[in-house]
């Protein structure tokens, strides 16, 4: 005779810790797939960046001056300012095409640069990405 958790299911016998199982994973897979997804358009895809001349001489110099502004211990977060990051032209020659593109991914490269110098020297680095010096960089 079956147990007070067996249940008929498709003419077998099925267990309740299978049946339940399956309908956590089941109710799991559909809370995935209902959760929103928070995706920015505009973002800059730094994995398909990071190699690029500009976003690397703006990253360089982010990181410089994010970890120097750490170090005076000046609590002033300020990843867009500075002549180097106005400018955006550090590194930059004709043959990387338009001033303009090379200026945006300068700043973008400045901006992660920056957060990561700062969070480096001020204790707050993390391998992972977690956790942060604040300010706009992500």
């Not at 995706?39 to 960046?49: E, F, G, L, R, W």
């Not at 550090?90 to 095409?97: L, S």
Request: aromatic share 14%; charged share 15%.
């Amino acid at each position: 005779m079956a147990g007070w958790c067996s249940i008929e299911f498709g003419g077998a016998n099925m267990s309740c810790r299978i049946l339940c199982a399956l309908l956590l994973g089941f109710a799991f897979a559909v809370g995935a797939l209902a959760a929103p997804k928070h995706h920015d358009p505009t973002a800059v895809n730094y994995k398909a960046v990071r190699h690029d001349p500009a976003f690397h001489a703006g990253y360089m110099d982010g990181y410089r001056q994010g970890s120097n502004d750490s170090e005076a211990l000046s609590n002033i977060y300020k990843d867009q300012s500075g002549d180097l990051y106005s400018e955006a032209l550090d590194g930059y020659t004709p043959q990387y095409g338009e001033q303009v593109a090379y200026q945006k991914l300068f700043r973008e490269g400045y901006i992660r640069g920056y957060k990561d110098g700062w969070d480096f020297n001020s204790g707050q680095y993390n391998p992972l990405g977690a956790g942060g010096g604040g300010g706009s960089g992500g």
